[in-house]
């Protein structure tokens, strides 16, 4: 299993960034996916979380502001973020469980300052 994010950097107050996750390993479209993240001197949090189906879960401090999305064709889970805020700098992580066995990304930095 391997997962790969990319997508980060530096972006200003109330600008936009998009991550993506590309998956390859297993049956992408059979598993649920989901966002994290950790900021610095705190423990990592869900962000976002779709499941195979497609429903979606979010974070109370990103719902309206960031979107998740699957593209079963590509094996790959994006997250859209709008209106990002100095809070949202983390290092976010895709994630997925298979055969209950934990599977992490690398972590790809966002930094929102100006």
């Known amino acids: 299993v391997q997962l790969q994010a990319s997508g980060g950097g530096l972006v200003q107050p109330g600008g936009s960034l998009r991550l993506s996750c590309a998956a390859s390993g297993f049956t992408f479209r059979s598993s649920a996916m989901s966002w994290y993240r950790q900021a610095p001197g705190k423990q990592r949090e869900l962000v976002a979380y779709i499941t195979a189906g497609g429903s979606t879960n979010y974070a109370d401090s990103v719902k309206g502001r960031f979107t998740i999305s699957r593209d079963n064709a590509k094996n790959t889970v994006g997250l859209q973020m709008n209106s990002l805020k100095p809070e949202d700098t983390a290092v976010y992580y895709c994630?997925?469980?298979?055969?209950?066995?934990?599977?992490w990304g690398q972590g790809t930095l966002v930094t929102v300052s100006s």
């Open positions: 994630y997925t469980v298979i055969y209950w066995a934990d599977y």
